[in-house]
Structure formats: structure tokens, C-alpha cells
């Protein structure tokens, strides 16, 4: 209702200044040529600025021209116009079909909006001593020069009120509104002029002209090329500055120019360059400390114990394996996986559990930093009071408002566009397409283990003969096991399973958040976020969690073996473990995903401006206007940088919740980060329209997803350590079954660990349907009663031969313990730093109510002045009175 109130004495307020404005004959669409100046913002006349730009098909010259679309396009430019607008139109120069509608907002239109949208404008310079932060302190020296970039003047702000224009810093009305913000006024107009009437019912939302083709594009100018600067003397060259600084390679070692970023692309982009930017010097720390255990366990790989072990011809080449599928898997020797046994020392090591613990208290001080530095941001981009109630409804919102509801706040009507109950179908519609998708996923995960089911039986036949008869690949049998061609193939599979999905539920998603009907773009966004995020969440980690927790776990024993399906065998682990599978899994999903995300996000757009270009190309002699040449770049879309925020915290998931397994995935993902930094600057300065200016305060919804991704990261690498890795194991086999009672030694040792980590299997309690056949028997395979397999169990002289023995006990109760403690540990040092670090620096919580005082003070004091200048006393002219008087 206060929305409703504010919008409606707008346009009463539109009404009064449509009397003083005077629309010049250039306003009428159609009577205006373009001047010849390539790098001009303004109108013919030079001087009224260019705010927003429209482009549509002219009908005369074009036979698919839809009917309506003109009587629509009139009725909404009409609106415009009404509304204080004023319009001037020009055709093409390249295509003498498209027409361009610049759109300039007057300066009493920019004053109603700007009250009307909350927009905080200065009231006097701040002359308070800025705060400096340790962050500020250790990244100023990567700044561009002050020189290039001059630093902004501080103000005292406060929201604006059009009755008190006097209080205001207005120096020159031209300038006291920055290009960004009458863009983003020029936007809202946009979106509320209505364009059609359908009984007393007027149809508005400026993107179903823009869907229904009335309009081909519209957008604000880019205030020069990027590359050229402008020719025009009051053009400040923002866009040209932040190529050169910013997006250009060569700037890759300085920090962003965040505050020009904002002012030029407004706090919506500003915040996730900064975001991006912080996020990306936090995991220097990380990828630093995740080089050096692997480089430990690199160093370490020769002299581990248990790889000696494995590798030696005298214990690991004595030790004959049990065949890991029936009939067509032979058996084979224990030093033949010498090289996956490395490989997995790599990763599978007390460093890797030091960096588990150490990627937790990270991510907390990730978080907790970000929340101050962010705090910083809102002070100093003024956005510190930003509430939701300041957002208005969007149009579409608005356009289906057709029930009437009590407001619970303000006890007055208002119009709503669904009834409880029908806001309930929607909702519950929407949460029934989410798990229909989120079950599909889960489907084409099981598929996949039905692939790896289905080709370890081929590879297991075909690769090993192919590897053994030829000799040619004879130094290759050793890496290239059946196990590793189905980790590699399946991942690739899933990989490209995950694109596809990808591409279809991103359709699904914006359409059952449209139809969900949000009342403001951050409760949109934050509703498609969620959507997307649990989508995108089961989508990419479903495969890492099957192989972390689940494969290799229930595989019976080689004589009686687990099924899937009746007749597929249930697949068990690499033999050097199923780490080395979920290492393989990891690689090649961040590697993959940050190639194909780069293709999407440079190579396409590069290619559609470039082929745009070539079909309109025009003569050498022509000189084509700002507008036309910002039209011929690609548009940002709808949703903005969305997409970047879901790829990059997808990639935070990757770099916190499976690290255990992969120390490198924060370095990774910072070389992936500096090259994104650089390509999303040069993406949105070089290939895109100029997108509107958002006013945001923080990064949204994505704050609470990132937390809820640090919480399960402590888990998931707990129980990738305790359940996945050998390391629990190998410390109960050293503390307890090294010494008496269980073994012979004085000394604990990890001498003996291979041997006593596999169980003894009798050859001759093999079922028919799954005894090894003779064709396929290795010829060393002599008067060997029984063969080994990965498990705890007794041997077959035992009494209760193939049960779990004591060992499997004692391991699972050390593995819940390990977890127990280690997961209590980090939540208590977590919980203890999100306590110990404010939000909010002190010093900063002390200048905004230092500044907000002295706001008040100066608006009493100016507001004090300009009353008593009202209240002077008239000065009576004493001769008049005495006429008056005798008269």
C-alpha cells in the first residue's frame, strides 16, 4: 500500500511538471537526423542527454511487422511522453528498417523518481577521516594510479525529497544525477508505462513488448568505446578506463577499481567483483597450504611403508588377488596396482587430514571476513540503509494484481494477484517440479553406476587381454587398469549427462519462478536461486557422494558377492582405493566445467558479435552512431551475473566439501579465478550492452547458501577421511595390531599393514557361476589353494569363517569416534571464531553513527536556514500606505 501511495503521488507529481516541461518538435518520433558525431550521448540538439535507448522494426519497410505492434509501441511511447518523458527518434544508419528511440528524462522527472525510489544524493562533502582496514593496508599497492582513476569525493547523503531540493549538493542539475541513476529511473518508467487498455484495465511491464517483438532491444549507452576514448570534452571515458585497468590482460596483477565498477555498472555487479575478488585472495592462503601437502605426499609416495609393501616382488608379488567379477576376471598379483598404490600416497596421507582441518577454520574465516569487508562496501557505496521496502514490485507483479487482500501492517487494502490458496498451488507446484528434477538426477546417477557395472565386466575381459598380448601396450598395463578406464569414462559420461540437465532445468526453473509470481526481483532471484542451487547441488556432487560414501562399501566377499539388478556385480573399488576414483572424479568435473564455462562466456559471445557485424557491415565512408554501435553487441540478459554467482559457488563446493580428496582444487580454482576476474571484466565491458544499474547491499541469497555449504564441508571431509581414505585403518593396524595381543612385535610399526588388511578367500568355496575360468587362469596360477580381497574378515579355518573379524571392529568404532570428535572439534573453533570476529568493525559501526548524526544535523540546520529566509520581514514601502491611507 505504501508502494501503491508513493507511485501514485509520483504521477500526480508527473501531472504538475508536465505543465512546465516543453517538448521541442524534436521529441515527435521520426523528425530527428542523426548529426554525424560517432561518440555523442545527447539528443540533435547537444544538449539533453541520452538515458535509455529503444530499437524496433519499422512496419513500413517490413512485411512480419505483427499487427498491434504499432498501435501498441504509439500508446506506450504516448504513455512516455505523458509521464514527462521526452523522445526522439532516428533511423538507422546501417539498416534503414530499424528505427532508434532515444529516451531522455528532464531533470523535474529525474527529482519525482528519484524520491520515489528512495535514492540517496549528497548533502554536503564528508570531511571524516576515511577508516582504513587490513585488507585496504595490504592491497592498495595493486591499485591503478590515482592519477588514472581519480578517487571519488565523499558526501553526507540522505534519501532525496523533492520539496527539499535546496538541501541537496546541486552544483549543476545536469550532473547532480550520475548516469547510472537516471538509467536505472529511466528503467523503472520504462517498466510502468502501461502500453495497451483493455476495458479500465491498462496493460504494462515493458518486457512483454520487448518478448512479443514490439521492441527489438533496449538498453542504456556505453559512454565511449571501449578502446577509443571519446572525442566528446565532458565525456569522463569510464568505459575506456576500465578496459585499460580492469579487463585488459595486462592488468592482471592489480586489484579491481571497484568504486568505478559500481559507479559505472552500479552496487549489483560492483558486489560480485568484489565478492569475486575476495574470494579469490582468501584462496591464495588455501591453494598454498593444499601445494604444499601435495608436495609432501608427492615426496613421501617412495617411502611409505605400505606402497614398499605393495610394490615389493617379495610380499606384494607373492600376494595372489581374488578376481573382482565372475567367470571372465582372472586373478592377479597385488604389485601389479605398485602404481595406483603411489598415486594414491599422493592424497591419502597425514597431510591430507592436517588440510581437511585447516580448509575448515578457512572457510569460517572466509565467511566471517567477507561479512566485514562487505560491510565496508555498504558504508562507503552508501547502501548501509538499503531495506527490502524500498524495492518496488515488479511489473509483472503489479500487471496481475487483481484480488483484493487487508495489508496486516497498514490495515488498508491492496490489491494482490492470488488468493492464500492460490499462492499455495503455485508454491507447492513449484517444490513438486523441483524433486521431479532432483529425482531425475538421481536416476541418471544410477544409470551410471549400471554403466560402470556393465564395462568393468568388458574392461576386466577385453583391456587386460588387449594389454597382455600386445606388446606395444605392454608399459602401459601397469596405469591403465579396468577400474581406472570405468572411473575415467564414467566421469566423462557424467559430465556431459550434467550439461545436458543443465541446460533444460535452467528453462524449467525461471519458468515455475515465474509462475510463482514474485512480488520484487530480489524475491525472485533469491526463490530461482534456491531452485537452481539444489538442482545444480544433486546435479554435479551426486557422483562424488556415490563414489566418496557409497561404492566399494557393500560388495559381500568373492564367494558371495552383492548384485544390482540380479545380475550386475556390485562394483568395488580401484584397487588402490576409492580416493584415487574420487580424485579422478574431481579433476575432471572442475577442469571440464571451467573449459566449457569459458567457451560459453568468451568464445560465443566473440562469435555472435563478430558474425552480427559482418552481416551488417556498412560502408567505410558511414559513421555510425553510439546507440547503433552499442545495439550490435550481445544482451546481458534478464537475469544478469547470475549464472557467474551459481558457477563460482559451485566451484566454492568443489573446493570445500570433497578438499580431502583433492588438495589441489583450491589452486585449481585460483587459477580458474584469475582468468574468470578478467574474462567477466572483459565480457561485460567489451561484448555486452551496457547492463541497467541495480541497487544491491549484499550478494543475496547466495551468503546463506555459501554458509550452509561451509557446515556439510565438515562433515563431508570427516567422513571422506574416516570412511573413504585408509588412513583410520592404517593408524588402528599401527597404535593396536602392531603389538601384542595381536601380533608378535614389541614395537608399533606399519610393517605387516598390506598383509594384515586383506582376508584370505578358499579357492575351492567358490560358486560354479563365479570360479574364474581356466581359459583366462594366469599361467604362475600353481597348486594356489586361496587368494586374497580387501576386508576385514576371518580366514576359512575359522570357526566363523568370512564373518567380520575384531579388526573390522575396531576400525568402524575408531571411524565413528575419528568422526565423532573431529566434527565437534571444528564446529566448536568455527562457532568460537564466528563469535570472536563482529560483522561490523567497530570503527566503522562508530563513523556511520557518527555520519548519521552529523546528516541529521546538517538537514535540521539547512531546513532551519531555509525557513527563516521564508519568514523575513517584507519591507513595507511607507509612502504606499499613506495613499491607502488618505484614499
Not at 558525431?37 to 513500413?60: A, H, M, Q, T, W
Not at 527490502?388 to 495489508?407: D, F, L, S, T
Not at 568393468?456 to 591403465?480: A, G, M, Q
Not at 541497467?692 to 549484499?698: H, I, L, R, Y
Request: proline residues 5%; negative net charge.
Amino acid at each position: 500500500a505504501l508502494v501503491s501511495e508513493e507511485f501514485k503521488a509520483a504521477e500526480m507529481s508527473e501531472a504538475e511538471d508536465n505543465d512546465i516541461l516543453e517538448l521541442d518538435s524534436e521529441t515527435e518520433e521520426g523528425d530527428a537526423e542523426f548529426n554525424g558525431n560517432p561518440d555523442s550521448l545527447f539528443f540533435n540538439d547537444g544538449k539533453r542527454r541520452i538515458d535509455f535507448v529503444l530499437v524496433y522494426e519499422d512496419e513500413s519497410k517490413s512485411a512480419s511487422e505483427k499487427k498491434g505492434s504499432q498501435r501498441r509501441r504509439e500508446f506506450f511511447e504516448g504513455s512516455l511522453m505523458n509521464m514527462g518523458v521526452e523522445l526522439e527518434a532516428t533511423q538507422s544508419v546501417m539498416d534503414e528498417k530499424l528505427v532508434y528511440v532515444k529516451v531522455h528524462m528532464p531533470f523535474e522527472v529525474l527529482c519525482t523518481y528519484a524520491e520515489v525510489l528512495h535514492i540517496k544524493l549528497p548533502i554536503q562533502p564528508n570531511d571524516l577521516a576515511p577508516q582504513s582496514s587490513a585488507y585496504n593496508c595490504f592491497t592498495h599497492h595493486f591499485y591503478p594510479s590515482e592519477d588514472v582513476i581519480a578517487k571519488e569525493a565523499d558526501f553526507f547523503t540522505a534519501p532525496f525529497q523533492k520539496d527539499q531540493l535546496k538541501c541537496f549538493w546541486v552544483k549543476d542539475r545536469e550532473q547532480f544525477f550520475t548516469p547510472a541513476m537516471r538509467s536505472r529511473m529511466a528503467y523503472y518508467i520504462l517498466s510502468r508505462a502501461p502500453y495497451d487498455v483493455k476495458g479500465n484495465v491498462k496493460k504494462f511491464g515493458f518486457n512483454k513488448l520487448l518478448d512479443g517483438g514490439v521492441y527489438k532491444a533496449a538498453y542504456p549507452l556505453h559512454d565511449c568505446r571501449f578502446n577509443v576514448k571519446s572525442k566528446e570534452p565532458d565525456c569522463p571515458n569510464e568505459r575506456f578506463l576500465l578496459y585499460n585497468e580492469w579487463a585488459h590482460p595486462k592488468s592482471f596483477y592489480k586489484m579491481q577499481p571497484l568504486d568505478l565498477i559500481r559507479k559505472y555498472f552500479g552496487e549489483k555487479i560492483g558486489i560480485y567483483f568484489a565478492w569475486l575478488g575476495f574470494y579469490t585472495v582468501m584462496l591464495t592462503l588455501a591453494a598454498a597450504v593444499g601445494l604444499g601437502c601435495f608436495i609432501y605426499g608427492y615426496t613421501t609416495r617412495e617411502t611409505s611403508t605400505w606402497s614398499k609393501e605393495v610394490c615389493d616382488p617379495r610380499i606384494g608379488g607373492e600376494i595372489v588377488m581374488c578376481p573382482q567379477c565372475d567367470e571372465i576376471c582372472p586373478y592377479w598379483r597385488l604389485n601389479t596396482t605398485c602404481e595406483s598404490s603411489k598415486r594414491l600416497c599422493i592424497f591419502d596421507n597425514y597431510g591430507t587430514l592436517v588440510f581437511a582441518i585447516f580448509m575448515s577454520v578457512w572457510v569460517t574465516l572466509f565467511l566471517e571476513f567477507w561479512k566485514r569487508y562487505q560491510a565496508e562496501l555498504e558504508h562507503d557505496w552508501d547502501t548501509v540503509e538499503f531495506l527490502q521496502q524500498e524495492e518496488q514490485p515488479r511489473p509483472e507483479y503489479e500487471a496481475k494484481c487483481i484480488y483484493e487482500r487487508v495489508n496486516p501492517v497498514t490495515q488498508e487494502t491492496e490489491k494482490v494477484p492470488y488468493t492464500a490458496c492460490g499462492k499455495c498451488m503455485r508454491v507447492s507446484c513449484g517444490i513438486g517440479t523441483v524433486l521431479f528434477w532432483v529425482l531425475l538426477i538421481i536416476a541418471s546417477v544410477v544409470g551410471v553406476i549400471v554403466y560402470r557395472l556393465a564395462m568393468f565386466i568388458t574392461f576386466s575381459s577385453k583391456l587386460r587381454s588387449e594389454l597382455y598380448n600386445r606388446k606395444e601396450l605392454e608399459p602401459f598395463k601397469e596405469y591403465v587398469t579396468p577400474q581406472m578406464a570405468t572411473s575415467i569414462t564414467a566421469s566423462i559420461i557424467s559430465f556431459i549427462i550434467i550439461m545436458i540437465l543443465n541446460s533444460v532445468y535452467e528453462k524449467v526453473a525461471i519458468w515455475i519462478t515465474d509462475f510463482e509470481l514474485p512480488r520484487t526481483k530480489t524475491e525472485y532471484e533469491n526463490s530461482l536461486t534456491l531452485k537452481m542451487f539444489l538442482f545444480q547441488f544433486v546435479n554435479y556432487y551426486s557422483s562424488c557422494f556415490y563414489i566418496a560414501f557409497f561404492k566399494g562399501k557393500v560388495v559381500g566377499y568373492p564367494g558371495q558377492p552383492v548384485y544390482w539388478l540380479g545380475s550386475l556385480r556390485n562394483e568395488e573399488c580401484d584397487p588402490g582405493g576409492c580416493l584415487t576414483e574420487l580424485t579422478t572424479q574431481l579433476s575432471i568435473i572442475m577442469t571440464g566445467k571451467a573449459i566449457w564455462n569459458n567457451i560459453q562466456e568468451v568464445l560465443l559471445p566473440w562469435v555472435k558479435n563478430l558474425m552480427f557485424r559482418h552481416c551488417t557491415q556498412v560502408g567505410s565512408e558511414k559513421v555510425i552512431p553510439r546507440w547503433e554501435q552499442d545495439y550490435r553487441l550481445q544482451p546481458i540478459g534478464k537475469l544478469g551475473l547470475f549464472y557467474e554467482y551459481l558457477e563460482m559457488v559451485i566451484q566454492f563446493g568443489f573446493v570445500t566439501l570433497f578438499v580431502a580428496s583433492f588438495p589441489l582444487a583450491p589452486l585449481l580454482a585460483l587459477f580458474n579465478n584469475l582468468c574468470e576476474i578478467r574474462v567477466d571484466a572483459w565480457k561485460i565491458t567489451t561484448q555486452f550492452r551496457r547492463v541497467v544499474p541495480e541497487k544491491a547491499q549484499d550478494i543475496g541469497a547466495w551468503q546463506p547458501i555459501l554458509q550452509g555449504v561451509a557446515i556439510l564441508a565438515v562433515a563431508t571431509n570427516a567422513a571422506i577421511i574416516a570412511f573413504t581414505s585408509d588412513m583410520i585403518p592404517r593408524l588402528v593396524y599401527y597404535w593396536a595390531f602392531s603389538v601384542s595381543p595381536y601380533s608378535d612385535g614389541s614395537d608399533h610399526t606399519m610393517t605387516g599393514y598390506i598383509n594384515s588388511s586383506l582376508s584370505v578367500f578358499n579357492i575351492a568355496d567358490f560358486k560354479e557361476t563365479i570360479r574364474p575360468s581356466e581359459e583366462i587362469t594366469p599361467y604362475w596360477f600353481n597348486n594356489i589353494t586361496t587368494c586374497r580381497y580387501r576386508d576385514f574378515r576371518h580366514p576359512p579355518s575359522h570357526p566363523n569363517q568370512y564373518d567380520f573379524s575384531i579388526y573390522h571392529w575396531h576400525v568402524i568404532a575408531a571411524k565413528l569416534a575419528f568422526m565423532i570428535v573431529v566434527e565437534h572439534i571444528v564446529y566448536f573453533t568455527k562457532f568460537m571464531l564466528s563469535y570472536m570476529i563482529p560483522d561490523v568493525p567497530e570503527a566503522l559501526k562508530e563513523q556511520i553513527k557518527r555520519e548519521r548524526y552529523l546528516t541529521q544535523v546538517i538537514l535540521h540546520e539547512t531546513n532551519i536556514k531555509h525557513f527563516k529566509e521564508l519568514m523575513k520581514p517584507i519591507e513595507v514601502d511607507n509612502n504606499l500606505i499613506q495613499i491607502l491611507i488618505s484614499s
